[in-house]
């Protein structure tokens, strides 16, 4: 019994995995599978690379090692051994039509399903196209194999949307939670204001109070004061009538004296005064500035042609950069091109009007931001002040970057016809200083960076903030 079951398992470990048969001119995979070379060059006669093992899907070149001259001898002996033969080499092992106990032998390419042959021969499939397994197997082969290029287009799309819906996420979460800070240290700002408010106007009410208390007291005191002597006058006249002849006449002369006084005396004045009303107004940058940026915001660029040659600008136009002291520019400097201080301007001009930008300013440096001439000098030594035609933000007015802060957005608020130039901390929602001038001609925004690091950038702002 031993031995019989031992024959089966070398005669099994002999066959062919697509014809089930003994294995001919075996063809060895990179696998370690083995199939008749026939067998396999008819699997993969109309399929594309990269080819699959028929047993495990492991892909293998077109043209596999030579025949295994050794397993085929070993599969010749085996067959040669007592034993039920196996059947093989007409076509690959399938399963039976539970209908009618039948091989399926055949597909119906309408309904896509196996057949036997009495299923073919049923009305249910009359007219339809019916294909041999092997060589229906093969074409629906090539055709799924043709379905990997799209799909694996279609999954390296799905997956780069889906970094990109990460990223979007993230940027997304990052831009609320600075809206977030922002309204936080806005609010914090605002309820510094009011507790000053409060405190201001509390004391003046107090004050108020306090002054009102007393002219109140002063004047009941000089109310009860003439009440006293109206009182002791009544009282003596009226004690005088009482009296005999002699006694009134004589004390007559006292009474007309008290008499005489109370009637000169007039009634102390009533202290009469209104409640002035304690007027709270929030300061103008809390209600004027969103009014200037709402109505007034620009979208500028910078302009690549009057960049100093140790400045750097994006692609996008939006963010300029210091280059690195050992970083030499790509070209010489444009004709238009500041040579003599590090500064570039926008490539919009105002002639009239009353525009708004605002600049993003990150890391270390010295920096400036205003507007000048389109005439003003950029390859001499020129004091930048309004009388050569620059209205910048002062540096020695102290804001500047210190240690403590390394990122802040200014905002430029430009009006033509007040010949005004305002700058504003929009981190602290104030006004920082206001420069006058008259304007006559084309007004182009002005930006200075100097710093030895490259990581120091000032960056255009387009939304509203």
Known sequence: MALAT?????????????????????LTLDCGHNCCGSCLRGRWQHLKEPLACPVCQHP???????????????????????????????????????????????????HLELLCGQCAASAAHHGHRLTPIGPAAAHH?????????????????AQRAWERQGVERQEWREKVAKQRTEL????????????????????????????HSKKILRGKNQLAEHSASLQRTLRDVT??????????????????????????????????????????????????????ISKFQRDLTFDPETAHPSLIISSDRKTLSCRQA??????????????????????????????????????????????????????????????????QLQ??????????QTQCRVGVFLDCELGEVSFYNLDKRSHISTLTGTFTGKLLPFFCLESKSSAFSMTIVSQEW
């Open 6 to 26: 031992t024959l089966a398992e070398l005669q099994a470990e002999v066959r062919c995995p697509l014809c089930q048969g003994p294995l001919r001119a075996p």
């Open 326 to 391: 050992s970083t030499e520019p790509a070209s010489d400097p444009s004709p238009r091109a500041f040579t003599s201080q590090e500064a570039v301007l926008g490539v919009e001009g105002f002639q009239g009007g009353r525009h708004f930008w605002q600049v993003e300013i990150r890391g270390l440096g010295v920096w400036a931001l205003g507007v000048c001439e389109e005439s003003f000098p950029r390859n001499a030594p020129v004091t930048p002040a309004p009388a050569n035609g620059l209205w």
């Open 60 to 110: 293998c070149p077109r043209e596999p090692r030579g025949p295994n001259t050794q397993l085929a001898l070993l599969a010749d002996l085996i067959s040669q051994l007592p034993g039920p033969r196996p059947e093989g080499h007409a076509r690959e092992a399938g399963g039976r039509c539970a209908a009618h106990q039948q091989a399926l032998s055949l597909f119906c390419e309408d």
């Open 184 to 211: 936080f240290w806005e609010s914090e700002q605002l309820k510094h204001f009011l507790r000053i408010e409060h405190d201001v106007l509390d004391m003046g009410v107090l004050r108020q109070m306090s002054s």
């Open 239 to 292: 004690r005088l009538c009482l009296q005999p002849d002699l006694g009134l006449l004589t004390g007559l002369s006292a009474v007309h004296q008290q008499w005489d006084s109370c009637r000169s005396m007039e009634l102390p004045a009533v202290f009469s005064y209104q409640s002035v009303e304690p007027a709270f107004i929030l300061p103008p940058h809390y209600t004027g500035l969103q009014n200037i």
């Open 395 to 404: 540096q020695i007015a102290g804001f500047r970057f210190d240690s403590c």
């Open 141 to 157: 082969r090539t055709k799924l194999k043709d379905y990997r290029e799209p799909l694996q287009k279609r999954l390296e799309e």
